[in-house]
Structures are given as structure tokens and as C-alpha cells.
């Protein structure tokens, strides 16, 4: 008989295995579109994978750089990753703590059409017609008001709104509190947990604007940075339609620039990512157990 603690040793010692394999598996990925970018165009050429770039090169970053193109498209994307966020977490909270409370009416059907929303959409054609009519086409407004609230996100904040006891209200209400002051200052700081989990899943979704930019926004000068790298891929031979070039551009292989705006592109949502971790697990697992 096997002794008491063997089986517990057993699961642990495949559970970290399984663990590190996913984990590999997901990073590896990545390792090597780091790598490639900084490979140079010998061991580029000569190699299909690459983990340790064993001859450095900083021309495919020297390339991009030197064009207007990358900076630009990263800067707009930036602004509209920051302020598209702070007014989906303004609407969402906004509308999601009313909808929380017994007392307000119509809540029911009023979260019946958010689920209804869910399962069914209008689809492209009648978006775009919205945001043509509302005069939204070719500005910045079109790729964050369309999308201000999403209902999955609206209902995890529903949801975490309601563990919170509603006796506080009462007393707030008791001291003389309003229901602005009383959202600001009592509901937003006990919610902190699922805004930051929010945040984060807005930030993504708000840096990854790939399709919404691609129909509303026709001016190439106000591209994000996702439709830019679509660019790069479809173009053949360079990568960056930009006047003027770099000392050996033709020395690039258009793989390399690739990587390197690939990876331009994903560090800084990756760098916001440990700031919000501790908050992470605990406002997506309370915000989407209970209905």
C-alpha cells in the first residue's frame, strides 16, 4: 500500500507539469517574435525558429522608428486606450449600480435586453449607418462611444455591486448622503477590485481596436496601431508605406519588421498587466458566480 501522502505528492508533481507546459507553450510564442526582431538577416534567413538570437540587429528597429508611421499609430493608440477605458468603467459603473438595487424599476426587463444583446446584435451594416448618421466617421469618438459598455462587463459589475450590502446605503443615506456622493465616495473605493479587473479587460479590448478602426476610419493619419500592423503585413516587400528610408532598408528582411512591430505593439499592454494581477482573480470570480 502506498503510503498516506504519496497520492497528494503524485497530483501536486503533475498539476506543476502540466502547469509549466501550458505556460511554455504560451510564451514560447512570444520569446520568438522577440528574438526574430533581433536577429540579423544572416541568422534570420538561415534559421525557422529562434529562441537566443545568437547576432544581434537593431536595424528592423532602427527602420521603424525612423518612420512617422509607428510612433504616431502607438501614441494614438495610447490615447485612445486610456480615455476609451475611463469612459467604458464611468458608463458601465454608471449604469451598472442602479441596475444592482431591488429598489430600482424596471431592472428586470432592463437586464433582459442587456442578455438579449448578448445572443443577438444588429451586426456591422447597422453599426456603421449609427455611427455615419451620428457624424462619428473618420474621428477618433467612433472607435470608443460605440462600444462604451459592453454587457458581459456590465453584468460582471452588476453583480459585484450587489455583494455589497445594501444596509450601507441606508446609513449613508441616514448621514445625509446623495446617491452621487454616495456612489463616489462608498461604492466606487468597495469596488476597487472588479474596476481594476474592468480596467483591464477594457484596456485590452480598447488596444486591440482592429475592425471598428478599419471601418470608420479612413484617414491614414489616425490609424491605431493594430491597423498599422495589418499594413505592414500586407505589404510585401518593406512593411511601412512612409517617405524616406534607412541606411540598408533593403537589407531588412519584411519577417523581422514584423516581429518588431509585433512586439512594439503587445509590450505595453503586457507591462500593465502585474499592476492590476492582484486584483484580477478576485472581481472577475465575485462578478461572475452570482445572477
Known amino acids: 500500500m502506498a ?11 503533475v498539476n506543476v507539469t ?11 510564442p512570444f520569446i520568438h517574435v522577440i528574438s526574430s526582431s533581433f536577429a540579423s538577416v544572416a ?11 545568437t547576432e544581434f540587429s537593431l536595424k528592423a528597429y532602427q527602420y521603424i522608428f525612423t518612420t512617422n508611421a509607428l510612433p ?15 469612459i467604458c468603467l464611468l458608463f458601465t459603473t454608471l449604469f451598472a449600480y442602479p441596475l444592482s438595487r431591488r429598489r430600482f424599476h424596471f431592472r428586470r426587463t432592463i437586464l433582459f435586453l442587456i442578455v438579449f444583446t448578448m445572443i443577438f446584435q444588429g451586426g456591422m ?24 459598455i459592453i454587457a458581459f462587463y456590465l453584468i460582471i459589475m452588476i453583480n459585484f455591486f450587489r ?20 456612489f463616489f465616495r462608498i461604492m466606487i473605493p468597495l469596488s476597487l477590485p472588479a474596476i481594476a479587473t474592468l480596467t483591464l479587460f477594457y484596456a485590452v ?20 496601431i493594430q491597423v498599422l500592423l495589418r499594413q505592414i503585413v500586407m505589404v510585401s516587400q518593406a512593411g511601412f508605406v512612409e517617405q524616406g528610408s534607412v541606411e540598408g532598408e533593403s537589407s531588412i528582411p519584411p519577417d523581422t519588421v514584423k516581429m518588431a512591430v509585433i512586439t512594439v505593439a ?9 499592476f492590476l494581477q492582484k486584483y484580477f482573480a478576485k472581481g472577475a470570480l465575485v462578478g461572475s458566480i452570482k445572477g
Open 3 to 13: 503510503p498516506k501522502g504519496m497520492g497528494k505528492h503524485l497530483f501536486d508533481v
Open 43 to 53: 541568422e534570420y534567413n538561415s534559421k525557422n525558429f529562434l529562441l537566443v538570437p
Open 125 to 148: 451594416i447597422p453599426d456603421y449607418l449609427i455611427v455615419k448618421e451620428l457624424g462619428l466617421l473618420d474621428s477618433y469618438w467612433s472607435l470608443m462611444l460605440p462600444r462604451a
Open 163 to 182: 455583494n455589497i450590502p445594501e444596509e450601507l446605503e441606508e446609513s449613508a443615506k441616514m448621514d445625509g448622503c446623495g446617491d452621487l456622493r454616495m
Open 266 to 274: 503587445t509590450t505595453p499592454i503586457l507591462l500593465v498587466y502585474p
Open 72 to 86: 504616431r499609430s502607438l501614441g494614438i493608440t495610447v490615447m485612445i486606450t486610456v480615455l476609451g477605458t475611463l
Open 205 to 224: 479590448f480598447q488596444w486591440n481596436t482592429y475592425m471598428h478602426a478599419i471601418l470608420y476610419i479612413n484617414d491614414t493619419e489616425k490609424w491605431p
Open 18 to 28: 502540466l502547469l509549466v507546459l501550458f505556460a511554455l507553450i504560451t510564451i514560447i
